[in-house]
């Protein structure tokens, strides 16, 4: 009987030593990759969207906001305070601009009634492409949703940003690719989810997502466009040079459409498709910017 009694010891040893060792490991590959983890904490806190407010809800049928921060973190060994007060001095400030938020930070906002006092929190997905506004996700009145910081509600609440996750290692810049209108429109490269190429009198013209655009010298050095003259990428493929004009943007926010931007700005859905280079049936970004004038 003893003799089992120790067999069972050193079984019940083993295996914990074995689970430990795991452990460590899976720490090991989240400090070695943050970015990974970030990934999936995001992936984590869309599996929960739509789900209901609560106050007071821990998850996972329904949250309040910091309920629902807990709650995603917690999949990753990340332990939060309970509290958007206490929460907002977890982890390090982040400092500077947008440019320097990752993937994963808790963004702190003000409270309904006391703008400078934390009352709110969300994680952070994406800026967008000129750093300017980001997205965050987080559990409101409305339940779990993605939001914009451009709204006015929560524009005029930010407070700061803590960063819970290891700071992310520089990613190395890839060189842009130089691809033919034909090669990028056929779909057989993926720079054409990025940028759209041209020749015009020897010389390539580089049309950016967020809907600046540049020419490319013969050293491969972007050159600055005329100052007074726009280039028009038109759905087709079909481009033009025309007379600058007082042009005006909108960035997509949640739950917007074509027809709700082209309402919006009392345009036809043609008109706003004709001038941002996009098909009445595009799927919109969120950060994606669109010209509306």
Same mark, same amino acid.
């Given at each position: 009987?003893?003799? =089992? #009694?120790?067999?069972?010891?050193?079984?019940?040893?083993?295996?914990?030593?074995? =689970?430990?060792?795991? @452990? &460590?490991?899976?720490? $090991? /590959?989240?400090?070695?990759?943050?970015?990974?983890?970030?990934?999936?904490?995001?992936?984590?806190? $869309? !599996?929960?969207?739509?789900?209901?407010?609560?106050?007071?809800?821990?998850?996972?049928?329904?949250?309040?906001?910091?309920?629902?921060?807990?709650?995603?973190?917690? +999949?990753?060994?990340?332990? =939060?305070?309970?509290?958007? @007060?206490?929460?907002?001095?977890?982890?390090?400030?982040?400092?500077?601009?947008?440019?320097?938020?990752? !993937?994963?930070?808790? #963004?702190? *906002?003000?409270?309904?009634?006391?703008?400078?006092?934390?009352?709110?929190?969300?994680?952070?997905?994406? @800026?967008?492409?000129?750093?300017?506004?980001? %997205?965050?996700?987080?559990?409101?009145?409305?339940?779990?949703? #993605?939001?914009?910081?451009?709204?006015?509600?929560?524009?005029?609440?930010?407070?700061?940003?803590?960063?819970?996750?290891?700071?992310?290692?520089?990613?190395? !810049?890839?060189?842009?690719?130089?691809?033919?209108?034909?090669?990028?429109?056929?779909?057989?490269?993926?720079? /054409?989810?990025?940028?759209?190429?041209?020749?015009? &009198?020897?010389?390539?013209?580089?049309?950016?997502?967020?809907?600046?655009? @540049?020419?490319?010298?013969?050293?491969?050095?972007?050159?600055?466009?005329? $100052?007074?003259?726009?280039?028009?990428?038109?759905?087709?493929?079909?481009?033009?040079?025309?007379?600058?004009?007082?042009?005006? *943007?909108? %960035?997509?926010?949640?739950?917007?459409?074509?027809? +709700?931007?082209?309402? &919006?700005? $009392?345009?036809?859905?043609?008109? =706003?498709?004709?001038?941002?280079?996009?098909?009445?049936?595009?799927?919109?970004?969120?950060?994606?910017?669109?010209?509306?004038?």
């Amino acid at each position: 009987m003893q003799k =089992l #009694i120790r067999l069972l010891l050193v079984s019940i040893l083993c295996c914990s030593a074995v =689970l430990h060792a795991a @452990a &460590q490991e899976h720490d $090991g /590959a989240a400090k070695e990759n943050p970015r990974k983890v970030a990934d999936e904490i995001i992936k984590e806190a $869309g !599996k929960h969207l739509g789900k209901p407010y609560l106050y007071g809800g821990n998850g996972p049928q329904s949250f309040d906001c910091t309920g629902f921060t807990c709650y995603v973190f917690n +999949k990753f060994g990340y332990k =939060l305070s309970r509290s958007s @007060a206490d929460q907002s001095k977890d982890g390090r400030e982040v400092k500077g601009g947008i440019e320097n938020y990752q !993937k994963g930070d808790i #963004i702190v *906002f003000g409270g309904r009634s006391a703008k400078k006092t934390p009352g709110h929190v969300g994680i952070f997905i994406a @800026a967008d492409s000129l750093n300017k506004s980001f %997205t965050f996700i987080h559990a409101c009145n409305s339940g779990v949703t #993605i939001s914009h910081i451009d709204e006015p509600y929560y524009a005029q609440r930010f407070i700061g940003v803590r960063r819970i996750l290891p700071d992310f290692p520089p990613e190395e !810049k890839e060189r842009r690719a130089l691809f033919n209108l034909q090669e990028l429109f056929s779909g057989r490269s993926p720079a /054409a989810r990025d940028s759209v190429l041209n020749a015009i &009198q020897e010389r390539r013209v580089i049309l950016f997502p967020d809907g600046s655009w @540049a020419l490319l010298g013969e050293n491969g050095e972007y050159v600055a466009p005329p $100052g007074d003259k726009d280039f028009v990428l038109h759905a087709d493929a079909t481009w033009r040079f025309e007379e600058a004009s007082s042009a005006e *943007f909108y %960035t997509v926010k949640s739950g917007d459409t074509l027809q +709700k931007i082209a309402r &919006q700005f $009392g345009l036809p859905v043609e008109a =706003l498709c004709e001038m941002n280079g996009l098909s009445q049936k595009a799927r919109l970004k969120l950060g994606q910017r669109l010209r509306v004038q």
